[in-house]
């Protein structure tokens, strides 16, 4: 079993539709949670990043993480064509490594 | 800032060739990394240092060199190309004890 699982996707959903992103964990080891976007053809950037349970927003993102379940969202909402990427979970456990979920490519259909 | 430069970003070897990817980094950042992507598997660590004198294993090491001789370079080095190591490959940079990595823009390499 991977240590990082994410819903496969893909997704497509209309302009202005929340779109919500899923991740799951085994590592109880894991300490950040992070979501990256990826556009095709380029490298991953850092979309948010958050240490606690509980929800932090930034703008029309929402990271959900929930450490006693072991669960991790990302939510979009009034989504935007722009806004069609790949989305990458990703956590830092505490001897300094990354994981990353497989990833789920979203479209945002104008 | 030019962030985490990568070189080159396009590669084709034949099987058994050599070569050495090249990562650098303006940043200070102490925590440097190499991912492959390849499809449907996400990013997965090949080898990664917290600092200059000091790399460690990840993921997927087997086939893959590293070395650390200053903050700002981390090259990664095939030593015998086999397809298998067909991949995109990126590297990151980031401070010790956070997530918040910085991707380059990738190498495309592949091995015929």
């Known amino acids: 079993q991977k240590e990082v699982e994410q819903d496969p996707g893909p997704l497509s959903v209309p302009e202005g539709a929340i779109v919500s992103l899923n991740c799951t964990y085994s590592?109880?080891?894991?300490?950040?949670f992070m979501w990256y976007r990826q556009y095709s053809r380029k490298g991953p950037e850092l979309l948010m990043y958050?240490?606690?349970?509980g929800n932090k927003e930034d703008g029309r993102f929402t990271a959900q993480v929930d450490k006693s379940s072991k669960y991790i969202s990302l939510f979009i909402r009034d989504s935007q064509p722009s806004d069609s990427a790949t989305y990458l979970c990703a956590m830092l456990s505490n001897d300094y490594k990354l994981s990353f979920g497989a990833g789920t490519t979203v479209t945002v259909r104008a | 800032n030019a962030g985490v430069t990568q070189t080159p970003k396009f590669q084709v070897l034949k099987t058994g060739q050599s070569m050495t990817l090249q990562c650098a980094q303006d940043?200070?950042?102490?925590?440097m990394s190499w991912y492959r992507q390849d499809p449907g598997m996400g990013l997965r660590l090949i080898h990664y240092?917290?600092?200059?004198?000091?790399?460690d294993q990840g993921e997927v090491p087997n086939g893959y060199n590293v070395s650390r001789s200053t903050t700002e370079d981390f090259p990664l080095r095939l030593l015998s190309a086999a397809p298998s190591q067909t991949s995109v490959y990126f590297c990151?940079?980031?401070?010790?004890?956070?997530?918040?990595?910085?991707f380059g823009q990738g190498t495309r390499l592949t091995v015929v």
């Open positions: 590592n109880s080891a894991f300490q950040y």
């Open positions: 940043m200070n950042h102490e925590y």
């Open positions: 990151a940079s980031s401070y010790a004890g956070t997530g918040g990595a910085f």
């Open positions: 958050t240490y606690s349970s």
């Open positions: 240092s917290v600092g200059a004198g000091i790399t």
